[in-house]
Each structure stands twice: as structure tokens, then as C-alpha cells.
């Protein structure tokens, strides 16, 4: 079982940044995808970014590239969400999910392809 534990959420007022965390355990540092996703009220739950731990290749959502960075520091087995420049429609919940997959590839974005998730945290961005 890996147990993921997300924090950082807020409100904000558009234009702001926040910083999600995701504490995870020190095993999913090699070997697996993690990634960042959100849901809206109504809405299907969709990739934000994904990174393959152990490597460095990451994928980002067309609506946050430029804007969203994910990250990994292995010495403190937590993964990260840099969010700047913060748009109203990026209020959701935001999750963090893990899985397994063994070799180096491009994270998948598709949220059926992850096992593990944590609880969620909130962020509101105000216009």
C-alpha cells in the first residue's frame, strides 16, 4: 500500500502561487510515475502534470504548461507542485497519485492509470 499525503492547498487571487507537496514513501522515488491531477464540481478528473521518478521526463496539461512545475526531491520523499500565475478555472481539487511502471517512459496523464492517491487538497483562485 502506499499512502500519499498531499498539502499546500489555499485561496488565492488570480495572478498568485501556491506550492503543493506530496509526501510519499521513499520507494516510489524509483520506478514509478507520480503525478499532480485535479477535479472541479461536474467535472472529469484530469491530468495536471506527471514526472517519472528516478528520471526526469515530465508531462504537463496544454492549460498549465508555462505556468505549473512538477518536481521531486528524493532527500525528502516529496513531490511537488509549483503553481504560478493562477487562473480562476484552476480551481479543483488537487490530487496526488502514484504507479508503478519499472522503466523510463513519459508519465501517462490518464487518471485510470494510477493505483495510489491521496486524500486531495483544495485550491480556490478568486478573479
Known amino acids: 500500500q502506499v499512502q500519499l499525503v498531499e498539502s499546500g492547498g489555499g485561496s488565492v487571487q488570480a495572478g498568485g502561487s501556491l506550492r503543493l507537496s506530496c509526501a510519499a514513501p521513499?520507494?516510489?522515488?524509483?520506478?514509478?510515475?507520480m503525478g499532480w491531477f485535479r477535479q472541479a464540481p461536474g467535472k472529469e478528473r484530469e491530468g495536471v502534470a506527471t514526472?517519472?521518478?528516478?528520471?526526469?521526463?515530465?508531462y504537463y496539461a496544454d492549460s498549465v504548461k508555462g505556468r505549473f512545475t512538477i518536481s521531486q526531491d528524493n532527500s525528502k520523499n516529496t513531490l511537488y507542485l509549483q503553481m504560478d500565475s493562477l487562473k480562476p478555472e484552476d480551481t479543483a481539487m488537487y490530487y496526488c497519485?502514484?504507479?508503478?511502471?519499472?522503466?523510463?517512459?513519459?508519465?501517462?496523464?490518464?487518471?485510470?492509470?494510477?493505483?495510489?492517491w491521496g486524500q486531495g487538497t483544495q485550491v480556490t483562485v478568486s478573479s
Open positions: 497519485a502514484a504507479q508503478y511502471f519499472g522503466w523510463e517512459r513519459l508519465c501517462p496523464p490518464s487518471h485510470v492509470r494510477y493505483g495510489y
Open positions: 521513499k520507494y516510489t522515488y524509483s520506478g514509478y510515475c
Open positions: 514526472i517519472y521518478t528516478g528520471g526526469a521526463r515530465t
